[in-house]
């Protein structure tokens, strides 16, 4: 049994943390902050949890913290990174689900993120929690930074085909799709329900933070430097879900790839390689921690390879990740309370 | 450890009960059918159950049921009555779902049902399972009649209010709202995405199934006779939910109660008195088998005391409820596989 | 030809008067105004609206306003009050669509609103703009106080029944269901499309500022006192669309309401009274000026009538109606602009 | 002022046809047809249409048809084909929705829609109606091919590209994401509300029918044969809808192609090419015949140009260009009866 705090607890990412600690049998729920609930109790902003927490909100940067075991952040950018050194000195373990931990180079953070970061001195000691590439090392960690939900989709429906050099890593298309949560639980006109629910639109085309994520991970898998990564991210209305429309020219188009992915996530737990042809949707992943691929070949060499990849951005792509960093963190069994299926409808 | 069968298990109620089946440490799942998707992988049909089940649909009369502890039906209605007593008498226990046997007098049934009732003479060996009306009986049944969903939420929230006669029993009215997925898994016009997604409206506004089940309960309380409902379903854009907005008179408007209701309400776990004044919402349910209650006095006798009761149908409305009945009828904890807190959002 | 003004023409309500007043052909559009977009061009914050209106927002009290015929106000309460005095004494007529002159009794109002009325001597002037019960005052009114849309849909549902002393007045309920573009266009959490998408709530049970504008018009009616209306509102996972479920007892059930309705809106052009037992929708009225209304006669003395009443918030119960009203005031024929369909879906 | 006719009326492209007929001055409409509808009056079906039509629906093959000056076809495919020969004897004129005249070679069409063509020989008198590429046929034509919905919004996303010879025809990508109405107005289960709510998805991957109608129509612009299109459909969880993302290869990318665009577009009424690097969405185009788009070059050499482009289906990609061809036709100015904005919320 471990004890565990969640900095940010009022935001998606938060409130999905909490939904799956209570299910987790080995963790204790000590703190949980926020700095515009403070003081208040978590059943009166999030009713779905009466019976199961029992807490007030602490604000951010509480001295209770230091007594947990492991510390979440689940705030936006350039929160975690004015914390988190101290609670690393008071030998607190942190999974930090924002961006500040994720880009090795500071300057290509400090870019894409328009701040300063705070402790650049530790970006390096932070490892890239995506467990299908890095689990030996998250094994280990003090510092995970959690991945982003686009990088999430989108490296896993690329990852056997770089590792096999099969695929022109100079002509890579990620078309990915989002539902609504991933944009925050804040007040925001762009994000009103009436101007949601019958618009569907690209946003950020000239460049999202998540490209140079994209891009620092892919490049690391076989240490090519040269990927090519072109990346649009639309938003559906709809609550969960991550969809990515990835198209890749196979070297050779004669390679079947559906032999490689099936191998290489064979003893993946939470990655689901489908029959070939099908059509995963958003629905079959809510609220799980699994993320669907299939593959569709192209039928000539003009033709790109189409590989379709499904996760639940609150889970696979955030908190539900975090869970699986931390049972690994820990020793518990990588599943431990990340089995449940989806919910449908 | 029990062995079940679910009759039906393609319908929004069958995949729950399948969901929640799943997430259940003592029952194993035996046997599953479906006429529409006989000799199909359930995971065929529903990915999200992809690594959890791994089972054929059979036809519905099949011989395995036979071998199962308990069945379920997820049927719609004039299925489950053809089955039953062959299952009775291979002491099968079951628990229906649908409406065969909720309603004492076949003649009733018949109806508003339309068509005859294969067994009346096994009717009254049923018990309605409302485990907050009849938890001592449903531990002995051989057959559970599984609530409707807009019973278990009207008649929660008019319990104690009839049980301590506090109301005008002549006087009450139900303006009811339901979430898509109480329509049913299945091809028609009317539940289209596009018929429905900008579309609120009442239906069975002349008289809908639920009333005369609610009007049995209601009367069975106290054993009075007299009471009058009105009864107005609607159908909400929305997939899960059943929202009661209920209008009483007061017998004396001095009386508090919310005092009563908390009294009646304490010991129970699955209904969740808030606080006076609180507006509890059909999210805050989701994927729950918690029934939320909250009271809204009127300030002088003309005006009515307004009962807000929540629920989410394919739950506490349905699957859930029958997986609260199983619990008791074989002595497991009456919450075992039901302490999931709702998924938000 | 006459010249207009909207005032507060970034809000839901105040687009969709740019809309209808687009396809007006005696209207000329020559100022709006907005105090968060000013010097922007409407159709930079309106892309639907690029190739119709060329105008930047001016701020709220621009001069310009003066020039213009008929201004209408499309802003939150406590707005126009400061303006339109102003304007009245430079002869622009004013249709007001905040509730700022809706309510004789300025103290009522000031109760209702939390503030000091800033012009109380004028608002004995303001004509209710409810063509329905007003239309020959409405057509001199130099200051039209545009209807609420929960009133619009509920005084419509129950005009002809209080007319003719058909009901009981001291036993009224109308459970009321909204749309989101009811809440207005603005950044709030609660409105948040993954806030709202699977909820369904009730709010303002303890008491909403359209009840005391229902209680003052509906007694106006026969100038009868007595009136008790229970009114509950509710928020709908959809963009557009009042639903009204009425519930009246008829003094003598024998007589055939249908037939006092279908009289009483014989002549209207907007008010369609369906057949007998049928189920208006809201999707029906989208995008129309229409209110669609039907009957459902309870069987015995016990049962309540239901009156099903439904509109489009935006159109007959906000931009439309005031559209219909500067048509009557300026003598157009009453239904210019107003008489295309229904959008489906 | 003509008279028309249309056959299979009770579809979403029907319903919006005759939504579209009610606002033109110059057209009367005489007929409309439903094979399971016959003898209903349309406002029984359609309650959006009261006091607008009053007509029933015929069968699809009625004599009355041949009184018309002009008939729509609005079937699915394979009908239109059996009956307009005969009309075209009758010196009917038609415009077909459906894809049965779109394809010039029998033999492709043939195999994408697995049914033998009843009248090959008149395919080739049969002008595809995309008023951008093909105004001056379109005049004269006694037969119109209206075109696809993905056709349409992604044609025009390439058409100034292709005619400029501006991109490498072999290497074009267009990911495009479609509402739920394109799916058409029937029964189905893939498309209830509750499969639909909370799923993004992408189907026919393999292979969709609008695939051989692009190559067709893009391949003429030019008279080049060695256009290569990888088109990949997705349905997103809305009703009204296309949104193409267009992934093409300059073939130099230091041309500017918004002049490009600009310049070809200027002149056309319902192409409004947006400013560099604007985000269209398909909410600003709902119930209009428009169609946005928008360009957004890449950096450097590897980087793909994205050609944004957005529409309504049932407008612009199916009655709203009906419309347009059918005022090209009798020489109507061609804007009649499209010109209102775009509905929002």
Redesign the interface.
């Known amino acids: 049994m471990i004890t565990i705090g969640i900095v940010g607890a009022t935001g998606?990412t938060g409130?999905?943390l909490m939904?799956l600690v209570?299910?987790h049998p080995d963790v204790e729920l000590k703190v949980v902050t926020s700095n515009t609930e403070k003081n208040e109790q978590v059943i009166n902003v999030?009713?779905?949890?009466?019976?199961?927490i029992n807490l007030k909100f602490d604000q951010h940067d509480t001295e209770k913290l230091n007594e947990c075991d492991l510390v979440f952040f689940a705030t936006p950018h350039a929160t975690a990174m004015k914390q988190v050194p101290r609670l690393l000195e008071k030998d607190c373990r942190v999974i930090d689900l924002s961006a500040d931990f994720r880009i090795q180079d500071p300057e290509i953070w400090e870019t894409w993120y328009g701040v300063k970061h705070a402790c650049p001195e530790i970006i390096n000691t932070a490892v890239y929690g995506l467990p299908e590439l890095y689990r030996d090392k998250i094994k280990d960690a003090k510092l995970v930074a959690n991945p982003g939900c686009y990088p999430t989709a989108i490296i896993l429906a690329l990852l056997p085909a770089i590792k096999n050099s099969l695929i022109d890593i100079?002509?890579i298309?990620a078309?990915a799709?989002s539902?609504?949560?991933g944009a925050g639980?804040?007040?925001?006109?762009a994000?009103?329900?009436?101007?949601?629910?019958?618009?569907?639109?690209?946003?950020s085309?000239?460049g999202h933070r998540h490209l140079p994520e994209m891009l620092q991970t892919l490049k690391s898998i076989n240490g090519d430097d040269q990927i090519?990564l072109?990346f649009?991210p639309?938003l559906?209305?709809?609550?969960?879900?991550i969809?990515a429309?990835v198209?890749v020219k196979p070297n050779d188009h004669t390679v079947t790839m559906q032999k490689v992915y099936t191998d290489y996530y064979e003893k993946e737990l939470f990655v689901?390689l489908?029959p070939p042809?099908s059509?995963?949707?958003?629905?079959?992943?809510?609220?799980?921690n699994?993320c669907?691929i299939s593959l569709?070949p192209?039928e000539n060499e003009?033709?790109?390879t189409?590989i379709?990849s499904v996760i639940d951005n609150l889970v696979k792509g955030a908190a539900g990740q975090a869970i699986q960093n931390m049972n690994l963190m820990y020793g518990f069994d990588e599943a431990t309370g990340l089995l449940?299926?989806?919910?449908?409808?």
Chains 1, 2, 3, 4 share one sequence.
């Open positions: 998606y409130v999905e939904r209570t299910m999030f009713p779905n949890l009466r019976s199961h100079k002509d298309i078309d799709k539902g609504i949560s639980r804040k007040a925001t006109l994000t009103q329900f009436s101007e949601i629910a019958e618009s569907f639109k690209a946003y085309v000239s090519e072109t649009t639309h559906v209305p709809m609550n969960r879900g969809f429309t198209y689901d489908m042809g059509h995963p949707d958003t629905l079959s992943v809510r609220a799980t699994m669907r569709h192209g003009y033709q790109h189409i379709l449940e299926p989806g919910l449908i409808p």
